[in-house]
Every structure is written in C-alpha cells, then in structure tokens.
C-alpha cells in the first residue's frame, strides 16, 4: 500500500497520488515507466524517471484507467486515498 505520508512532491492535490522515492517503507516509485505510460493523461515522470499524478481523475473510465495503474505497479507506490 503506498504511503501517503511519503508523497512526491510533484504530484497534484486530490486522491490519486505516487510514492516519493525515498520512502523508507520501500513502496517508493523505482522509475519502471508503467504508470506514465500506461496512463500518460494522468501520470507523468520526474528528471529523474519517478512518477507523480499531474492531473487528477474525475470520470468513471479515467478512475479506471489510474486504478489499472495501481494494480500494474510492481512495488505499491501509487495510492488512491490521498487529499
């Protein structure tokens, strides 16, 4: 489950939200490019490769397409219970 107290810095308010990297829990983004290719509307890469949620979902099908990407993430770093 990922850790809405780690959340990067990059991602925009709301529910959807990625893992900062540094997570010391170790469900951090490891950069895999799944979710910001998966859902690129939704997710997008730091200078880095780390993922962060640049806009939120609001229709049923974009809910579903983020939560796609939540089940796709190899270390649990996306998380949909954010503010």
Do not use: L
């Amino acid at each position: 489950m990922a850790n809405k107290e780690m959340k990067h810095e990059q991602n925009i308010a709301g529910k959807f939200y990625c893992t900062h990297p540094d997570d010391d829990n170790g469900e951090g983004c490891i950069a895999c490019n799944v979710c910001y290719n998966g859902a690129p509307d939704f997710f997008a890469e730091d200078d880095d490769g780390n993922a962060y949620v640049k806009k939120q979902p609001t229709t049923d099908e974009e809910i579903e397409a983020c939560r796609e990407q939540i089940e796709e993430c190899p270390v649990a770093s996306i998380g949909e219970d954010g503010e």
